[in-house]
């Protein structure tokens, strides 16, 4: 089964500061992986997704993260911090073949900013 | 398209009770899951479908929970006998099959269930 651990429930960072959050993964066959962030009684919102056309993926708002497969991580990284950026973070996996299927979430990353 | 939408926003009920929630998905999608999200974790895969067929469901729906589509677009979430452990978020997403474009799921803003 696929599964993804994300280090650090709560990461918190200045703002200007580098943004990092951590995602490893576990599967079996070739993932599809996804970023999402959730603002305080929100959806969930895709950020960015791998799904193997290129292991440096951009999403909005200026975030992007790096799949290496050596490592089976998936970090999420931001140059500089907004305000606007706090909000919680999930990474996920595809249980599938494709991106659309069922998804299986991390516990999550609360990002605080800190003025 | 105004994307997944869900009603209600929030729900509050009795310990017993019935409760059933409405999910639409975006139009063109014939995918459609149901997640549960409690407090501080992440979303758990409950069930989806794929039109109308039921294709997945977790073992974490149990006997009292009960989805439908019948029509293959919007979907409902029924959940009998509700006990104070089901208040969660409980979120529905849309996305189309492999194959027919981008996949990705979109997911609506939630219903919020408290059993009281």
């Known amino acids: 089964a696929q599964s993804v651990t994300q280090l650090g429930s709560h990461v918190s960072v200045s703002e200007g500061a580098l943004v990092l959050l951590r995602c490893n993964y576990s599967?079996?066959?070739?993932?599809?992986l996804f970023w999402y962030v959730q603002y305080p009684n929100q959806g969930l919102q895709l950020l960015l997704k791998?799904?193997?056309?290129?292991?440096l993926v951009k999403g909005i708002n200026g975030f992007e993260a790096e799949f290496k497969k050596s490592e089976t991580s998936f970090h999420l990284t931001k140059p500089s911090a907004h305000m606007s950026d706090a909000a919680e973070y999930f990474c996920?996996?595809?249980?599938?073949?494709?991106?659309?299927?069922?998804?299986?979430f991390g516990s999550g990353t609360r990002l605080s900013i800190r003025p | 398209d105004t994307g997944v939408s869900q009603d209600p926003r929030h729900k509050i009920t009795k310990r017993g009770q019935n409760v059933t929630f409405r999910c639409d998905p975006i139009?063109?999608?014939?995918?459609l899951y149901w997640y549960r999200q409690t407090l501080g974790q992440g979303p758990e895969f409950l069930t989806y479908?794929?039109?109308?067929?039921?294709?997945?469901k977790s073992r974490l729906l149990s006997d009292r929970f009960s989805a439908e589509r019948p029509k293959g677009s919007f979907s409902t979430l029924e959940i009998q006998r509700t006990e104070q452990g089901d208040s969660a978020m409980y979120l529905c997403?849309?996305?189309?099959?492999?194959?027919?474009?981008?996949?990705?799921?979109?997911f609506g803003q939630g219903t919020r269930l408290t059993v009281v």
């Open positions: 997403a849309s996305s189309q099959e492999p194959g027919q474009g981008k996949t990705e799921a979109f």
């Open positions: 599967s079996s066959v070739p993932p599809y």
């Open positions: 791998y799904t193997s056309a290129a292991t």
């Open positions: 996920a996996v595809s249980e599938g073949y494709s991106s659309a299927s069922k998804i299986i």
């Open positions: 139009s063109e999608h014939n995918r």
């Open positions: 479908f794929q039109n109308e067929a039921q294709l997945e």
